[in-house]
């Protein structure tokens, strides 16, 4: 299995740009995630899907941010207009469904290092 | 609210040293799961190893072992015979069980010295 693929690995951009990241989840999982990791606040959980279902967003920071999961082996994160402070590592991982235990362990992608300048 | 720390922001040990990195944690649910991950520099997070609040015993996995004192709320990682590229973070993680969200803590910075 190639794992978890998220794509682009780098991207800069300037102020005021809408950003596209995407990712591709392990074939069979049931759960998406999307984290962002920043020096200051470590690694956030921003939402998460279920069967392609947003379950929880309240980690989003703020409307410039959305993400969709249009099928089970693609979902993207969207950021307009990015700002400075969007800088950041974005992680995409998948999980199995199941009772919460090691079973469940989320597998992360490599990561989209965003800086906005 | 679920919240984990790790107090160790940084740490040198000699290789072949046993190293233990703390963690702590707090939930209300009295069913959960804690985790390990380690970020090496090339950034991506690997999963090391589960313990189940339940688990009768302490988790291992080869190199990795997890002290896991309940009624203290904290959940160690204990390297043994450390090696040159354990050096990396090492982050600690819960999730109640039933509930998929992770909750991380801020990260311990290991460098193994040779």
């Known amino acids: 299995d190639a794992g978890v693929i998220q794509s682009p690995r780098h991207e800069v951009t300037e102020m005021g740009q809408e950003v596209t990241l995407r990712c591709k989840p392990i074939s069979g999982h049931d759960y998406l995630f999307w984290y962002r990791q920043t020096m200051m606040r470590g690694l956030e959980l921003l939402i998460y899907?279920?069967?392609?279902?947003?379950?929880?967003d309240s980690g989003m920071p703020e409307d410039r941010f959305s993400a969709k999961m249009p099928n089970a082996s693609f979902s993207t994160l969207k950021i307009q207009p990015s700002e400075p402070r969007d800088s950041a590592v974005y992680f995409c991982?998948?999980?199995?469904?199941?009772?919460?235990?090691?079973?469940?362990?989320?597998?992360f992608g490599p990561g989209t290092r965003l800086t906005v300048l | 609210a679920q919240k984990i720390t790790q107090t160790q922001p940084g740490m040198f040990v000699q290789e072949k040293e046993a190293v233990t990195l703390d963690c702590t944690y707090d939930?209300?649910?009295?069913?959960?799961?804690l985790f390990w991950y380690k970020q090496p520099s090339s950034g991506e997070m690997i999963f090391l190893i589960y313990q189940g609040s339940y688990d009768q015993q302490n988790a291992t996995e080869g190199r990795y072992s997890l002290n896991f004192q309940k009624a203290r709320k904290s959940a160690n990682l204990v390297i043994s015979a450390s090696q040159l590229g354990d050096s990396a973070m090492y982050f600690c993680?819960?999730?109640?069980?039933?509930?998929?969200?992770?909750?991380f803590g801020q990260g311990t910075r290991l460098t193994i010295n040779p």
């Open positions: 993680a819960m999730r109640d069980r039933g509930a998929q969200k992770l909750v």
């Open positions: 939930t209300s649910d009295p069913s959960y799961g």
């Open positions: 991982a998948s999980s199995l469904a199941g009772s919460g235990g090691a079973e469940n362990e989320q597998f």
């Open positions: 899907f279920n069967n392609n279902v947003p379950i929880d």
